[in-house]
């Protein structure tokens, strides 16, 4: 037997937590505000810890109840989706699918039409995560992150190779119209940019290139590589950048790769499936169709 919470608790909590007030989760759910206040009362009750704390007039969320929150909310989705399809055979099925960003986005969501041409019944809803090493967590069919294909890493999941990558030198045609690079000292006066979360790559491909004097030079530093690969399309400089996922942009016209022969391999991409998932062998299937894009990449 499952040791659940009350439900219907579970079903207000979430409620109060995304919209950040008593008073509003009441009118969505047509309760009054004292009403909400027990239903939480007695899910804090339950768990043995609080849940929302007073801030002023208003009771906001702890950070481990927004967690708890988020969790609950992508439960309560996958339930509904469950009783539709029971409810309608022929319903459209929906696989959750968390990714880094940049994988979602320069990889991932441009060859989805592909996937969905031959699984018209079947939705991808896509999720991301702003680092590759975040936690995995509940409420998705797929996790897609970086690391080495080896189990014990992610002893709870199948663990399936996906994507390899690889670093090379990054910039757009219009500045290499401008000051172009032809060879790896023709970098000298351009300004390098930089990701906090691919620290290392300049440092690295500097080696490759021969060029480790130039490790110290100034680069501008963006958060996210999403962010860095906008400002190098911009021409606001020269990045490093993963290939084969950015393939999609220099076929496009939007950057290129000036000095491709200097490659610095990076650990590639895996997707992570729960052990106890996919009794009809859809997740399977989807993962299998992951490979076979990289091979047709390839």
């Not at 659940?4 to 079903?11: E, K, S």
């Not at 002023?56 to 469950?82: C, H, K, Q, W």
């Not at 290499?176 to 000292?185: C, E, G, H, M, N």
């Not at 290392?200 to 130039?214: I, M």
């Amino acid at each position: 037997m499952r040791r659940l919470p009350p439900l219907n608790a579970l079903r207000i909590f979430e409620v109060a937590a995304r919209t950040g007030s008593y008073a509003e989760a009441g009118a969505e759910l047509g309760l009054t505000h004292g009403a909400v206040s027990r239903q939480i009362a007695a899910l804090e009750s339950w768990l043995g810890q609080r849940l929302f704390m007073k801030d002023g007039r208003r009771m906001v969320a702890t950070p481990m109840a927004r967690i708890f929150a988020a969790e609950v909310g992508l439960s309560f989705d996958r339930l509904a989706v469950a009783a539709e399809a029971c409810g309608r055979p022929d319903a459209r099925r929906i696989l959750r699918v968390s990714a880094p960003t940049s994988f979602a986005m320069r990889w991932l969501i441009p060859r989805l039409n592909r996937y969905h041409a031959d699984h018209p019944h079947i939705e991808v809803a896509v999720t991301t995560v702003s680092t590759v090493l975040e936690d995995l967590r509940g409420g998705v069919d797929v996790a897609i992150r970086r690391g080495a294909a080896q189990q014990h890493v992610w002893p709870q999941h199948r663990v399936v190779p996906v994507l390899d990558d690889a670093d090379t030198l990054i910039m757009s045609p219009t500045l290499f119209a401008q000051r172009p690079i032809l060879k790896p000292a023709d970098i000298k006066g351009h300004t390098l940019l930089a990701s906090e979360t691919r620290a290392g790559d300049w440092t690295d491909w500097l080696e490759a290139a021969g060029l480790q004097h130039l490790a110290g030079h100034p680069r501008q530093i963006f958060d996210h590589f999403f962010v860095t690969r906008q400002a190098v399309e911009d021409g606001l400089g020269i990045g490093i950048g993963p290939f084969p996922m950015l393939e999609i942009d220099v076929a496009r016209g939007r950057l290129m790769t000036p000095l491709p022969e200097i490659r610095v391999p990076r650990t590639g991409y895996v997707a992570l499936v729960p052990r106890h998932a996919d009794a009809g062998n859809l997740i399977a299937g989807f993962v299998d169709w992951l490979v076979e894009e990289t091979r047709g990449a390839r």
